[in-house]
């Protein structure tokens, strides 16, 4: 059995999802207050400018990997309309279910899937676009995770990742201050919570840096790999196609 990142803890392969998985029961019922509270809201912005560059159109499949609470396909399943199929997905239950009854309270009546991105249930060349947002640093095996995603877009569709990355340097030193300090305080004084918003903050000191990522992406046979700093860095978005 393999090791890998927990945070700084080296855990079991195995281990990891059962401890991610903790995480995110105990997080998703204050999940969209705390990501206002501790992006200031920008986690909005970054979310649209994902969007943006998506640019789903009437008919196009879309697949949301750990979509978590639906913003992404919220927004996906009104530009897909009637002839479009989106899917929101998340490996973990309790996040799918906030997810899937945001979008049926908001009257749309979108798939919504329990499964793990290192194991699509969906059959090779199906989708227009495929995004995962903040979901891909908590991934066991993310080369596998990458590669399925690869498999199941059509040729001429993208792969789309938004994640946490590595912060300009001249605002690592605030920027680890905020993250080791504000955020399990706000996580303890909101969601009753401070060391899942610990592991947060240690989960993005491990995720690949800008660079890594895009070669990571070209490495699973991903093309014209680019990628866009938001807010200095803070958060980047990968954007990989297949032909």
């Not at 596998?144 to 001249?170: D, N, T, Y």
């Not at 240690?202 to 046979?221: A, C, F, N, Y």
Request: a neutral charge.
């Amino acid at each position: 059995m393999g090791q890998t990142h927990f945070g700084y803890q080296t855990v079991d392969e195995q281990e990891k999802a059962g401890k991610v998985a903790e995480v995110f029961h105990s997080v998703a019922g204050k999940y969209d207050l705390m990501n206002d509270l501790m992006s200031g809201g920008l986690h909005r912005i970054w979310k649209a400018f994902t969007i943006g560059r998506a640019a789903v159109r009437p008919g196009f499949k879309v697949l949301d990997i750990a979509g978590g609470t639906g913003d992404l396909s919220r927004v996906f399943a009104r530009q897909a309309g009637p002839t479009g199929e989106v899917w929101l997905t998340d490996i973990n239950e309790s996040m799918l279910r906030v997810g899937r009854d945001r979008l049926l309270d908001g009257g749309q009546i979108t798939p919504a899937l329990l499964c793990d991105a290192e194991k699509l249930p969906f059959p090779s060349n199906y989708f227009d676009v495929v995004t995962v947002a903040f979901g891909l640093r908590n991934m066991t095996h993310k080369e596998a995770a990458l590669a399925e995603m690869r498999r199941v877009i059509k040729p001429g569709g993208k792969v789309m990742v938004l994640e946490f990355s590595k912060v300009w340097q001249p605002l690592e030193k605030v920027y680890d201050t905020y993250s080791f300090k504000v955020l399990p305080w706000l996580g303890s004084r909101f969601a009753g919570d401070a060391e899942s918003y610990r592991y947060l903050a240690e989960s993005i000191r491990m995720h690949p840096d800008q660079e890594t990522l895009k070669s990571m992406m070209e490495g699973v046979g991903l093309e014209r790999v680019e990628y866009h700093n938001l807010t200095a860095g803070v958060v980047a978005l990968h954007i990989g196609r297949k032909f």
